[in-house]
């Protein structure tokens, strides 16, 4: 096949290449110019390797980028951000000089269309160029992406000729040619290091092994594709800043796939839309796809469409447009990983796979030219008919309530915000099924907005689908993911609503109430961030302690109640004669807290409590520092490991230990009093574990470690078992593996009910909503005290789940606790923080961190 042969033949036998009049690449390429400036500096120029013979790593990208930026009048340079590891996120703004110099102009008209779209006629569009967002290695090891990058934007910078300068004339690019920096840095730093002077496909070798975690994801692990509509990271807050600003027409989105595959472009399997996509889109989708065929054909590459992947999931790069005006495409190339590899058609070479990136990439723009005036209308189209559609709904907008989870919701308003959703105070009391929120304590979202689709896409809850797999999660609901009251009111908007918000939403609602001179700080368990003041007392080395029974207070002279789980802060009294006791430290740290914890503090004018036990009483228990280390290396999920480690790490500021599995059995285990498991652990290790739990530590089990711990005699549970026989009955072979799909639990939402009496419940609402993977539900055969949580009678809230399986959830545990030795051990069953937008059930993760040692 050419697609074997031709690479090598390319790399090893091409003449050199005459830059001023060949794309300066491994391969020959059509590329439809007549010449390139020798002015522009090609890519060996500046950063030392043909494209296609090394993997590029991220700041020779960035280095190119800069130098094509300073050469050509054509191209402009912007950082949108930095990756946790401080490196920047690049794109460049690529058209002609003259649409350079009106730059503004152009950006202000494309806002309009989303803004006003009523205000703009077909003659203003006619005038106005295509925007094109093309995107590349959003997983890291993914990598002929980025090198197409480099090659395209070498390519519209030095290239000569009409077609490609009518195509700069009638067209903004935007090219970002790193959405994943980081990961791609651990993944080029490891085949560049471990490839020799001659390469080999050999898939044994190590060049073509990356180690744990490998390169696909960010710095904490997280999948970047799955972080568009969450937007969770800076590389996806800086990115949507971008999208936003620009709204552009079409996004690209180019990743690589198994090496024995071909070359995948949308669209994807037509019964695995998302409804809230336009007809209009796919169609739109479609004839884009003619061009891609086209330029691949002419190249001889093997391509095909329709067959697999999906745009059901919004938070992909390929479906996220779709909601937001724009058109999407995923592009998926067969990998060769290293730079080279041996498929089932013979030897795949790196440099083939970025000529198929790079000719997408053209086509890409030709299709955006040539369908310029219909992308144009399609979006115009797309925001005045969402405008049509919020006027037909039955509610005028939602409320959100920051009566409860006030710094949730906030947390939540920022994620809309990021999307152009609009919010206003609310400015009267409203009561809706039962809740009421009150003028000044929440925001009204109107839905005749432009981003109606939007909202409306990211907040529904769905029970119907046309089919029964998906490619990723079957729903997101972001108000049950955040624990947010979002109250749809028929009300008229102009009654309720003061002016639009226009700055970021500020977390805020921290407060201190009392008289300086008490006794003891009282930290109410009912905010996000009241763990990470916890620490903040815990590493000064101040003794904190629980409550486990509700109480009141006398504060400021009046009688207060406080439910479980607040933490008290004794100020301690001279404990030696002539010892001068100082607590200026102690006020600040709180001071601190309120201000960026947003926690309710008070302060207790006495010690002895009008009901309940008195402030120093032996049903409160001391509060054990947290010292935590986690499972991270071979043997357990990157994805979970990742979910923990920013949540205790770079949300709630607190150190933690990452241990590989292997090294628990030789590890000082007591330097630790908590240990979160995200995996199994095996031999040594496990007994390691087990025998540290039995000495006193508190062992909290994630999800995918459920298997482990019910093989570890932890846990009493028994998996249960579907008659799948009775499912396949009457069904055809070709059937089978569909009917086998339909009962996974690929990502839905469950209704858990708490007992809140318990430590691990401590703050939480009786019912919450919970996101679950995978498919094994347990049966508790040991004792019913260890079950916290439980599946309701009714529990399926939003996703797709099959009546078999549903009828194995209703009373089944969720969430289990139990004692062990002198310590304890928790289970959960669900993903507490997954994708870190699950601010939720996140709190029972730290609740487990924070008292899980005081039952």
Known sequence: ???????????????????????????????????????????????????????????????????????????????????????????????????????????????RVADDPESVSDAMLADMPVVLHQGYSVHGNEASGTEAAVLYLYHLAAGQGADLENALENAIIIIDPMFNPDGRDRFADWVNRNRGGVATADGQDREHNEPWPGGRTNHYWFDLNRDWMVAQHPESVGRMGVFHEWRPHILTDHHEMGGNSTFFFQPGIPSRNNPNTPTLNTELTAEIATYHAAGLDEIGAAYYSEESFDDFFLGKGSAFPDVNGSVGILFEQASSRALMATTDDGILHYAYTVRNQFVTSLTTLKAGVSLRTKLLQYQRDFYRDALAEARRADNTGWILSLEEGRTRAQRFTQLMQRHRVQFHQLTEDVTIDGVTVRAGNGYVVPAEQPQYRAIKAFTERTLVYEDSLFYDVSTWTLP?????????????????????????????????????????????????????????????????????????????????WFDRGTVIVQLQPRTVPGQVVDHGPIHEIIRTAVAEDHVEVYMADTGLTPDGPDLGGGSTDTLEPMRIAMTAGPGVSSYSTGEAWHAISERFRMPVSLLEPADFARADLDRYSVIVVTGSLSGASADAVKNWTRSGGTLVVMSGGASWAVSNELFDLEAQSLDMDSIYAGLNYNQFGDARGAQGIGGSIFAVNLDTTHPVAYGMPDQLAMF??????????????????????????????????????????????????????????????????????????????????TF
């Open 772 to 853: 679950r993977q995978g498919s094994t539900v347990y049966e508790n055969n040991g004792s019913p005290t260890q079950v916290i949580g439980h599946y309701d009678d009714n529990p399926l809230m939003s996703g797709y789940l099959s009546e078999e399986k549903l009828a194995q959830l209703p009373g089944r545990p969720a969430v289990l606790a139990t004692g062990y030795g002198r310590g304890n051990v928790i289970l959960f069953q669900e993903r507490l923080n997954f994708r870190a937008y699950w601010h939720g059930t996140q709190r029972l993760f730290f609740n487990a961190l924070v008292f899980g040692g």
């Open 1 to 111: 096949m050419n697609r074997i042969l031709f690479p090598l033949l390319a790399c090893l036998f091409l003449a050199p290449v005459a830059w001023g009049q060949q794309l300066p690449f491994a391969m020959d390429v059509p590329t439809g110019v007549d010449a390139y400036d020798p002015a522009i500096p090609t890519p060996e120029e500046a950063i030392g390797h043909t494209i296609g013979m090394k993997h590029t790593v991220p700041h020779e990208v960035e280095w190119y980028y800069r130098a094509v930026a300073e050469a050509s009048d054509r191209v402009e340079l912007r950082v949108h951000g930095r990756t946790y590891e401080g490196r920047n996120l690049i794109h460049a703004i690529v058209t002609s000089p003259a649409n350079h110099a009106r730059l503004d102009d152009i950006l202000a008209a494309q806002q």
């Open 480 to 560: 049950l993911a955040f624990d947010v009251d979002w109250l749809p009111t028929r009300a008229d908007i102009k009654d309720i609503a003061g002016d639009v918000i226009d700055a970021p939403v500020a977390l805020d609602g921290g407060s201190i109430t009392g008289n300086t001179d008490g006794v003891a700080y009282l930290i109410k368990w009912n905010r996000f961030f009241a763990p990470r003041t916890v620490y903040r007392l815990q590493a000064a080395g101040v003794p904190l302690r629980l409550a486990h029974h509700p109480f009141s207070a006398i504060v400021a002279g009046e009688k207060m």
